[in-house]
């Protein structure tokens, strides 16, 4: 006899954690290519300066691409629950007003540092954003999911 009688079900595991977590994947391997292109065209164009200011941009590229994805995954947690829908929402705006929070902050505190090289870093910054998008884009497209998963008809088992 188990001392577990009742055992908690399993919370569904939606249908977009594996695209989520591609995402992450392919965005960290993104991220050390531009990392290392980065910092060579950094210190060809800005020498030690030009490194730095390249591993800063793509390093804020990272974290937010990181917390966008992290936040869904996170509020996934919730899902076969009453309150998954609010809990969704607001983690995942509170992962949004984060990053602005963070990228304001951050904007103010690099300004003027005499050991960044603000082209360098905003170029970095900028690859690592669109090449996030291209990563979503891509990870997306090759998930090959339907349009509405995740649903039960009228009439079919649902096998939780």
């Known amino acids: 006899m188990t ?25 960290g391997i993104l991220a050390i290519g531009i990392a290392v292109v980065g910092a060579i065209v950094g210190y060809i164009f800005a020498g030690w300066i030009g490194v730095t200011s390249a ?19 996170l509020a996934n947690r919730f ?26 902050i951050l904007a103010f ?15 970095s910054l900028i690859a690592g954003v669109l090449g996030s998008l291209v990563v979503d884009v891509l990870v997306v497209f090759r998930s090959r999911m339907p349009y509405a998963s995740d649903v039960t008809l009228p009439g079919e088992n649902h096998k939780a």
Request: proline content about 8%.
């Open 55 to 73: 591993l800063i941009g793509t390093a804020m590229a990272v974290v937010f691409l990181g917390i966008t994805a992290a936040s869904i995954l």
């Open 109 to 123: 505190a690099l300004k003027g540092q005499p050991w960044i090289n603000p082209t360098v870093m905003f170029l």
């Open 3 to 27: 001392d577990n009688q009742n055992p908690k079900p399993a919370r569904p595991v939606p249908s977009s954690e594996p695209v989520l977590r591609n995402v992450l994947k392919w965005g």
């Open 79 to 104: 899902s076969g629950s009453d309150i998954f829908v609010g809990a969704f929402f607001g983690i995942v705006l509170g992962g949004w007003l984060l990053k602005f929070v963070l990228f304001i």
